[in-house]
């Protein structure tokens, strides 16, 4: 089965910049999409097609892509950014939709 | 604003069939070219892709899952649904559906409902 590998977690504090990073083999060919989720609450998308933002997100969450990785980056953190991310993307042929693994981001 | 509620048992019979309905709101369900997607979370772990349907009926599914996985639109009631065959404990998740786009496939979450598979 295809795979997306992100870190289990990432700290940074308040006003730092996160990177989160997402690594598979067919992300070159295929867009990547990243997802916000707070305890209790469902995912929001955050990023769509690697670099995109959706009106509503914060001009501090940019997308961007090199090669088989991806990376989610938050510029001046804030406590509200604390929260799990999620990358999702699909397997080269477009069959398979997937998930990574989750990051939990932390704010110190 | 397009919004989606989740609505079906919470608690389901290991061997037997789980079923879901997503209620859309705030725009017909056979109106654009979307996606209306389930996907799932088991408590304390990540989000599992299910399935989708497109607008025009075709289907996909996580081929994990698909011998056990049907999903269905009811126009008539501006509604979706999973059916999930033979479940057992594993199948226990939170439940959400979602609405998809050109932008990405899940640009709209409904809030989730949490299905227990348990005798």
């Known amino acids: 089965s295809y795979e997306l590998t992100q870190p289990p977690s990432v700290s940074v504090s308040p006003g730092q910049t996160a990177r989160i990073t997402c690594s598979a083999d067919a992300l070159p060919k295929q867009y990547a999409y990243w997802f916000q989720q707070k305890p209790g609450q469902a995912p929001v998308l955050v990023i769509y097609k690697d670099s995109e933002r959706p009106s509503g997100i914060p001009e501090r969450f940019s997308g961007s892509s090199s090669g088989t990785t991806v990376t989610l980056t938050i510029s001046g953190v804030q406590a509200e950014d604390e929260a799990d991310y999620y990358c999702?993307?699909?397997?080269?042929?477009?069959?398979?939709?997937?998930f990574g693994g989750g990051t939990k981001l932390t704010v110190l | 604003q397009v919004q989606l509620q989740e609505s079906g048992p919470g608690l389901v019979k290991p061997s037997q069939t789980l079923s879901l309905t997503c209620t859309v709101s705030g725009g017909s369900i056979s109106s654009g070219h979307f996606y209306w997607s389930w996907i799932r979370q088991p408590p304390g772990k990540g989000l599992e892709w299910i399935g989708y349907i497109y607008y025009s009926g075709s289907t996909y599914y996580n081929p994990s899952l698909k011998s056990r996985v049907t999903i269905s639109v009811d126009t008539s009631k501006n509604q979706f649904s999973l059916r999930l065959s033979s479940v057992t404990a594993a199948d226990t998740a939170v439940y959400y559906c979602a609405r998809g786009s050109s932008s990405s496939l899940f640009d709209y979450w409904g809030q989730g409902t949490l299905v227990t598979v348990s005798s």
């Open positions: 999702q993307s699909a397997d080269s042929s477009d069959s398979y939709v997937v």
